[in-house]
């Protein structure tokens, strides 16, 4: 079968198109390489996908490309393009509109008319608000610009499917890292300056915990959604540990062997202070269950950015 993979030289896209790849299936790849973070580290993540010979790449803006020609064959879309982060979208607003609505709505367009077997879009936790700790049932409130265009995004994908029978699957994603994880995120930070014996700056107080997703895991429960998922349901995506700020940083000291010089700044507008996935709807409906121990997860990490340092 053939599957698209929107936002494929990304952290989470190129991990899906890999493991879809080893499944035996033909994959074609999209982005834009939009500069939220250097080209080179997407191209980086691509370097393993680009010579197989069932993965086709094309570097297209899904908010003006002709799409007609990617979608061709395609069985599955995985719609995991999208402009993150959340301080960014307080002061460049344009860009988030386009790339998480106007490309969304664009693609979706395109999928009308195709006997798509599911159209699997990723959407993020961000949209619950500052807590996000409840199930899929928990009131939708975003606090920053990001969330309320991701919820947006999830809104369209929705309709689509209501009103034109795009069979919309949207997963909520906590907290994703692990290998090729973005160099701004803050597991990416806290490595890098706690390695190279520099200050590590946390916003707030420190006690503000994350419901943390390793790659893998998050790259199971997008494929598992992709194959048993109901169209038109949304589908909380977390790893089954949350963990603190504080707690994150001893960990990588330990892990390390190196003390964290920190340093407390006020919480950024839009931060969320408490996140962790009730993902009982994908246990009952996909039988998952997320593997990854977060002290587990830090260490793969940790070995990965520590080989990107020494290359």
Aim: aromatic share 10%.
């Amino acid at each position: 079968m053939r599957q698209l993979v929107t936002g494929a030289a990304g952290f989470i896209g190129s991990h899906v198109a890999e493991q879809l790849l080893a499944d035996g299936h033909d994959v074609v790849g999209v982005d834009c390489f939009i500069p939220y973070y250097p080209r080179q580290v997407k191209e980086t993540n691509l370097a393993g996908l680009v010579h197989h010979p069932r993965f086709r790449f094309h570097e297209l803006d899904l908010r003006s490309a002709d799409l007609s020609s990617v979608l061709d064959g395609v069985d599955t879309v995985f719609h995991l393009a999208a402009m993150a982060g959340l301080s960014a979208s307080w002061s460049d607003f344009e860009s988030y509109m386009t790339c998480n609505l106007l490309a969304t709505q664009r693609l979706l367009h395109a999928c009308r008319g195709h006997d798509l077997r599911a159209f699997v879009h990723a959407s993020t936790s961000s949209v619950y608000g500052r807590d996000a700790t409840g199930d899929e049932h928990t009131p939708l409130n975003p606090i920053s610009p990001y969330g309320a265009t991701k919820l947006a995004a999830e809104r369209l994908a929705l309709a689509y499917h209501t009103e034109f029978g795009v069979p919309s699957i949207v997963l909520r994603y906590f907290s994703v890292y692990g290998p090729r994880q973005r160099p701004d995120m803050g597991y990416y930070i806290f490595i890098d300056r706690v390695w190279r014996g520099e200050p590590v700056v946390v916003f707030g107080d420190g006690e503000q915990t994350r419901g943390n997703t390793f790659v893998a895991d998050c790259v199971c429960a997008t494929l598992l959604a992709a194959r048993r998922g109901r169209p038109g349901e949304p589908y909380n995506v977390g790893g089954g540990e949350a963990r603190s700020v504080r707690w994150v940083l001893a960990t990588i000291e330990e892990l390390t062997g190196r003390r964290a010089i920190v340093e407390h700044a006020a919480r950024r507008p839009g931060d969320q202070q408490h996140t962790m996935a009730d993902v009982s709807k994908m246990r009952r409906e996909f039988d998952f269950a997320p593997k990854t121990l977060l002290r587990d997860g830090l260490a793969a990490r940790i070995a990965w950015q520590r080989d990107q340092l020494t290359l």
